[in-house]
């Protein structure tokens, strides 16, 4: 079974730690729009995320034309954002909104779970984040 | 070097609805390092003191800094400076959330408004261009309704907003502009926004916010976050009292200090605080933890939304700020009142500690018999713990009615036209009215009260350590010099944007080391504080030039009075003790006997 | 063995955690606050150990939550100062006010 980032939505802050810490590790930067996890607020109610709960069986991985999506060792589908061209195809067979089109760069983001490392889970200070299955 | 930076200003002009960037250059940035660094140089670069602050030639500064958009937590805020319209001198007033984010990531470090639009407008900065749109169909709207509506009619999901209420459009002296529930809370710059016919501000951003060592950041937010953990591992670290319940429960700290304001200044306990404290609204409302970006203190108490006898409160707070000045200070002890009651001033875009002690002097002077107490109407009679009469107080001051019309003009001028020796007893000192704090209680308030440059502000005072007990709250000796480096350290933090809370939960290493490893820029603690003082001599000669001389650093006769309930134990604030801070004080930061600052010091601090 | 009562408050969530607000706690003469801080130990709900007499005893930053009459309680020595009959003691969250 793979392993998936879970929130805990009651718990959150939506102070967004998580989405810095995604895109700082992902791509050396501190922008929002680069990160595999979205935070959206909704008051007064909780808020929502968007997240891939990482498919047995992902919709996403064959409809991409240019192989941008793989298969990482641990089993979870990650964006090679070099030969991603944006066609948004992965976007549309998605029923999870787990994958989107990053407006900055055109391409798509997606939770990967850093392979592995679940780089966000230990900096929210909520313990909002976890590692299920 | 210098990677967190942009390095570009935004000049937006309302009159000629024009957009023009110009570049900072490196040696301004790392001289004034960001925020109210940034500010206060612009500031007092481009404005004449002497400008009427609701006139055109008023500017907006509106700064980030250096650790904005990034994972360094507690530096989520942003700065505006102006004019005051409340004290006529220099304002710097902040406010957190993630409106900061944006426009870093929007490409900009500082955005200036200028001029005056001939019609309500609203300023939008996002990657599909820079707008100044028409929206008189939002005048006098409430904030939240106006946030909703700009972000739906930019139709941008990432859209952050500000925006001013009824109170900013009236030029209500104390009128603040608010973001997502988070208020640039003192000192009247939504009523300069209202001057301009600015209704509200949108901002979103695509860009990369970049430092200059991944690495080397990474480990010092990582100690950032360590020191954080750490001081919330003791229950009752002041931090960890904040990220439960925000900061109301300072009522029952305070009471328990006999020093909480209480029916005006007539007593210093209030008997009872404890249906207005932190335990009565954590058990009376349902409340979750909200936090400003990248915080991990998240101190934000959002309330669901709540009936009333005066309509739905839907409001984050209240603070205890404001359970003084609309609470204890007036004698109110109902907190669905002080729910709502924060719900309107953010509705209507009003400063909450202002307000109050508006309302709570009207009360004075009703008590007194200078005014009536059927002025208010509607059969309301305008006394001491009248809820309803506050509520009432509150509306017809965000429209300017009746009553409302002088008391949004803020107690100096209240009082001036009102006369009969109020003036004696408006809490204000420069215009300001008085925070949440008791001069006569603590000669460390009593001091920055009386000198710190935006007026009676708190932000820059050793609470902690007179509360408890460290320093002896009534002890003259050696206190001024004690608040002149709180005030220098104090401004030096606002130009990372520091949040008032930051120096709690981290030491001062841990804030110098994310600014070396975001921007390269190096300095030690002394250096720092020393960028603090510059500001702060800035600040004061801009005042000075403004005609608020060392003459105005005082308090009002009131202060000097014993009030009816009071400490057996503790000692008065005397005349002579006054004298003393202020000389002190003057000595201290190296002024002239008139509170001027001399040209050696100047000369020192690199200020010419 | 005579006795003597002093005034405890519980300001704030202090509140919540003690489950009451004020009360009027008798002890042996003399007690020093320690035994003060034992016996509310004892008496009151687990929570209010857990959370406050425990931090107070064993913290390793000494939480400053506790004032007789009118004076903060800076360090554990302070535990061994007699208490005396009237004596007001007040359970305080450490708050500073934004």
Known sequence: ?133 | MLDCYNKKLLRVNLTHRTFTEETLDNEFIKRWIGGMGFGTRLLTEELDPGIDPFGPENKIFICVGPLTGTSAPLFAQTCIMTKSPLTGGILNTYAGGHLGSAIKSAGYEVIVIEGKANGLVYLSITPDGQKIVDCPELKGKPVKETETAVKAAVGRDDLHTMAIGLAGENRVRYGCVISETRAFGRGGAGAVFGSKNLKAIGVAGLGDIRVLSNEEFQSAVNAAYDAIKEEMSHPWSVVTSFSQSGTIDGVAMINANDALATKYHHMTHFDKASNIDGAAFMEKYETRSIACQGCQVHCGVLRQPKKTRWGEAWTRGPEYETAYSLGSLCFNDDSDMLLRANDLAEEYGMDTLSLGVNVAFAMECADRKILPRDILGDGLTLKFGNADATIKLIHMIANREGLGDTLAEGVRLASQKIGQGTQSFALQVKGMEFAAWMPERMRGITTTFATANRGACHKRAPIGLELAGILQKDQVEGRAAIVAEIQNRVNALFTLIACRFAEMAMPTAVFLNLLKTSSGIEMDEAEFVKRGEAIWNLERLFNMNAGIDGSEDKLPDICFERPEVFPEDAKHLTHEDFATLMRDYYEYRGWDSQGRPTPERLQELGIT | MSTMKVNVRYAGMMRIIAGRQDSVVELPSPSTLRDLLLLLAKDLPEEFKRKVIDPLQFDSVFPMILMINRENIRERAQFERPLTDGDLVIFVPPMEGG
């Open chain 1, 1 to 133: 079974m793979k392993q998936k980032l879970v929130i805990d939505l009651e718990k959150c802050t939506e102070c967004r730690t998580c989405e810095l810490k995604c895109s700082f590790v992902h791509f050396g930067v501190f922008n929002l729009n680069k990160s595999g996890i979205k935070i959206i607020t909704d008051w007064p109610r909780l808020p929502k995320a968007k997240l891939c709960v990482q498919c047995e069986d992902p919709a996403c991985l064959p409809v991409c034309p240019t192989e941008a999506l793989l298969v990482t060792e641990q089993g979870n589908v990650k964006v090679d954002h070099e030969l991603c061209i944006g066609c948004g195809a992965c976007v549309d067979a998605c029923t999870y909104d787990g994958i989107w089109m990053d407006p900055s760069t055109d391409v798509v983001v997606k939770c990967d779970t850093c392979e592995g490392r679940f780089e966000c889970v230990q900096d929210c200070s909520v313990q909002a984040l976890s590692i299920g299955s």
